[in-house]
């Protein structure tokens, strides 16, 4: 849990520094650019579902697409139809956005093995992990975390001084 959280702990900081200069992020959308760094670990709904069970439908299926930078964007296609049609570049651009900081974070983790999973499958580009921090580590969730506070604590000082 500590990685999702350091996921979507680092979509909010970025966003929210980003909300601060530019009028295209909006407060509200910003909890849809941390969904969009969920996508990825929906893969680990292999755990619950394991694809064995959907392949006796007679359907070929692995979850390991979701955490590819293709499956997940295509996640993010079709999670964008649910928006009203004025508000689906924004939640397309957002969603992507949480994707992507989601598997640059996943360079960071340490392997197993030297290789990376296929993160740009199809092109089976597997690139070689920096290895800086286990999944489970506590470090990187307590300094998003923090960071993430600290935001907060700066935002309601900058409204608390306007107003």
Do not use: C
């Not at 909300?19 to 941390?34: A, Q, R, Y």
């Not at 299926?61 to 570049?89: C, D, M, P």
């Amino acid at each position: 849990m500590a990685d999702l959280f350091t996921h979507i702990a680092t979509v909010f900081i970025i966003l929210k520094l980003l909300s601060w200069k530019t009028e295209f992020i909006e407060d509200k959308l910003i909890p849809v650019g941390m969904i969009g760094a969920i996508i990825p670990d929906l893969s680990r709904l292999e755990i619950i579902i394991p694809s064995p069970i959907i392949e006796q439908l007679g359907i070929h299926y692995t979850w390991f697409g979701l955490h590819t930078l293709v499956g997940a964007t295509i996640t993010s296609i079709i999670l964008t139809l649910f928006f009203e049609k004025q508000h689906r570049t924004k939640v397309l651009i957002l969603l992507v956005f949480g994707v992507i900081s989601h598997l640059t974070l996943d360079f960071f983790l340490i392997s197993p093995s030297p290789e990376q999973y296929a993160i740009l499958y199809p092109l089976a580009w597997e690139p070689p992990t920096i290895g800086i921090y286990l999944s489970t580590d506590k470090i990187p969730a307590i300094l998003t975390g923090t960071a993430a506070t600290t935001i907060i604590l700066i935002e309601k000082t900058r409204k608390n001084k306007r107003q």
